[in-house]
């Protein structure tokens, strides 16, 4: 399963439909609101004799039109973009709207209310309420004498000049603002602007190689051949000693799992060791995505050595070297199309590992949605969703040493160490040293054998510092009687005794029996 195609398609495509038709419903009523609610401030400006009713049907200059209304300074426009105080402003508004036709100023709340809302402008705008205002009409300055012998006309005073022309620069100034901003964020969320603090190094940045045009034209990968009909084999594979399941051979890195791995099994570091895959038909390949380690988690992932230079070999003849930097992650190898029938990657030089020699490739990916879409982070989530938290861990280990001896003291630490015995003796002796934080609890189980024939099993679940308390010893003892020979001596040959902690495999001792 791809990370980018986890979801049923089928749930995916109703979820989509349903979620268009709330969309388009949703604009279609958005629109009427706004388109209704423009027409009553319209209306109601022309109530008033107020000019320019027609910006109410513009943004920012309505906000200019309300404020006409209620009687308020046109610099509270500037209030209206300020975070909580443009709530406050808003309500002031409506309350001064209110009382200019006349009503209380409660009646702002029924013009706040959804649904509501559009009766109590409408009834503003379309009933009577408000025309007795609206129609007071321009006195002339005459003015009658009482005797009515004297009339003392007074010129009207001149009209103040029109605002119109300030309103609109602010108008424009907070567009810019608002349409800056926008851009800024776009670009911000695009990751064309960068903030240095947002930088991590837990997804690997994809390595850029210039493309031909007409390769990006046909795309990342464009004959993919089905991955499980590919053959994938390797100039030596590891084996684990452990005990405790681990598969390193070279299959592993079709897998998309970080914590499994193609792992070499040569004494100099595995330079010149090589995995091939060999694809059932011809490929069309640009981009490889390789994950160079053992990525169960980041600290394995440095006790194991890394990839760091390797060359890439195709059935044309065709060969690329490249070198990784040491990251923990998904890198992308990009190159000119090849069309090919394998791919073989010869490993030429390794970032050293801090505890272990062996060199690990978690993934050699050509099909992924991830390696198509070069995203490192998204191959990275995947392996953490889908596959981290099933990855094989080796058990903690508590048996530091074992060995056999002729005699142990009453706190079973061993007399001395032995690796043969006569037939004669009466009782053998297998001691292991414990960690000295080894919890209760614990079963340790010895597995004693003749050859390879198993001839006694011992479980042990209690143990005790010795009277020192700086070491602590497990020990299990056999008779003769318990493999009792024709001639009543222990059998000669080979013998070995087997530890395990917690049914895993922990330590093996091998010692002989011969005749005195």
Not at 200 to 211: D, L
Request: glycine share 6%; charged share 20%.
């Amino acid at each position: 399963m791809d990370y980018y195609s986890f979801i049923n398609p089928g749930l995916w495509g109703t979820a989509l439909t349903y979620s268009f038709l709330f969309s388009l419903l949703y604009l279609v009523v958005a629109i009427f609101a706004y388109a209704f609610t423009a027409l009553c401030l319209q209306l109601m400006a022309k109530k008033k004799n107020i000019p320019n009713s027609w910006f109410a049907w513009i943004p920012i200059l309505n906000i200019y039109l309300m404020c006409q209304i209620a009687q308020k300074p046109a610099w509270w426009i500037i209030l209206c973009f300020i975070p909580f105080v443009s709530t406050v402003i808003t309500i002031l508004l409506l309350v001064g709207i209110a009382k200019a036709f006349g009503k209380s100023g409660w009646f702002a709340v029924l013009m706040i209310l959804p649904i509501v809302n559009l009766f109590a402008w409408g009834y503003l705008a379309f009933s009577k309420t408000g025309d007795k205002a609206s129609e007071v009409k321009e006195q002339t300055s005459t003015e009658i004498s009482k005797d009515k012998s004297q009339i003392s006309v007074q010129p009207s005073p001149e009209p103040r000049k029109s605002k119109t022309w300030v309103i609109l620069a602010i108008v424009l100034i907070i567009l810019g603002i608002l349409i800056g901003g926008g851009i800024w964020g776009y670009f911000k969320v695009k990751g064309l602007i960068e903030d240095p603090s947002s930088v991590t190094n837990e997804a690997v940045e994809k390595e850029e190689t210039p493309i031909p045009e007409e390769e990006k034209e046909e795309g990342i990968n464009p004959v993919r051949p089905d991955k499980s009909e590919v053959t994938v084999s390797a100039s030596s594979v590891s084996r684990d000693t452990t005990g405790t399941g681990f598969d390193y051979s070279p299959s592993q890195v079709l897998d998309q799992d970080f914590s499994t791995s193609w792992t070499e099994d040569v004494k100099d570091e595995g330079k010149d060791e090589w995995i091939l895959l060999e694809f059932p038909s011809k490929a069309k390949i640009n981009t490889l995505g390789i994950v160079p380690g053992y990525a169960r988690d980041t600290d394995i992932y440095v006790e194991n050595n890394r990839l760091k230079s390797f060359e890439l070999e195709f059935s044309d003849g065709t060969k690329i070297n490249k070198e990784l930097p040491d990251k923990y992650g998904m890198h992308f190898i990009e190159f000119s199309t090849i069309e090919t029938t394998f791919l073989k990657l010869t490993i030429k030089n390794i970032y050293s590992g801090s505890k272990y020699n062996d060199t690990c490739i978690a993934e050699i990916d050509i099909w992924s949605d991830y390696v198509l879409n070069k995203d490192a982070q998204a191959a990275l989530n995947y392996y953490k969703k889908y596959k981290g938290v099933y990855a094989l861990k080796p058990q903690e280990k508590y048996i530091i040493d074992a060995f056999m001896t002729n005699d142990i003291t009453e706190t079973l630490a061993p007399d001395v160490k032995l690796y043969s015995y006569a037939a004669d003796m009466d009782t053998f002796i297998a001691s292991a040293r414990l960690r000295l934080d080894t919890p209760q609890g614990k079963t340790f189980t010895a597995k004693w054998y003749q050859g390879n024939k198993l001839f006694y099993t011992d479980k042990i679940t209690s143990y005790a510092p010795t009277y020192t308390g700086d070491k602590m010893y497990i020990a299990s003892v056999v008779t003769v009687n318990t493999l009792l020979g024709e001639d009543g001596l222990w059998p000669t040959g080979d013998y070995k005794v087997v530890w395990y902690e917690n049914g895993g495999l922990s330590r093996s001792v091998k010692f002989k029996v011969a005749a005195q």
